[in-house]
């Protein structure tokens, strides 16, 4: 019987030593806090499924929830391409948050 898939901490929370918790580096009203909010509302069922029957031997995948509001944020801000999106996890404030500082592979964006 395989072990069921397990995948990278995604800490959207974890502070860091100024300021407590990187969403206050964004507004209040900032989209990217909107979607983390509603992550736990939304029914992800059918990309836990893909994700969990895959080989859990290897490298660990990313939390499908951060991928998920990954692809989401990025196509509300116009980015579709997973070349830009991987940079613009490395290089925005609002992607950085979103992704709790973890930065995907454009091969692993789809």
């Not at 206050?24 to 992550?39: G, I, R």
Request: aromatic share 8%; proline share 8%.
């Amino acid at each position: 019987m395989q072990e069921a898939k397990s995948f990278r901490p995604w800490q959207p929370e974890q502070t860091t030593l100024l300021p407590p918790s990187p969403r206050e580096w964004l507004a209040d009203d900032h989209q990217v806090n909107f979607l983390l909010d509603l992550v736990d509302e939304l029914d992800l069922a059918q990309v836990l499924i893909p994700a969990q029957a895959k080989d859990p031997r290897g490298e660990k995948g990313f939390d499908p929830r951060m991928m998920t509001l990954l692809l989401l944020y990025a196509y509300c801000v116009g980015i579709v391409s997973s070349r830009k999106i991987e940079r613009a996890c490395y290089e925005d404030l609002a992607f950085r948050v979103l992704t709790g500082n973890q930065q995907p592979d454009h091969s692993r964006i789809q």
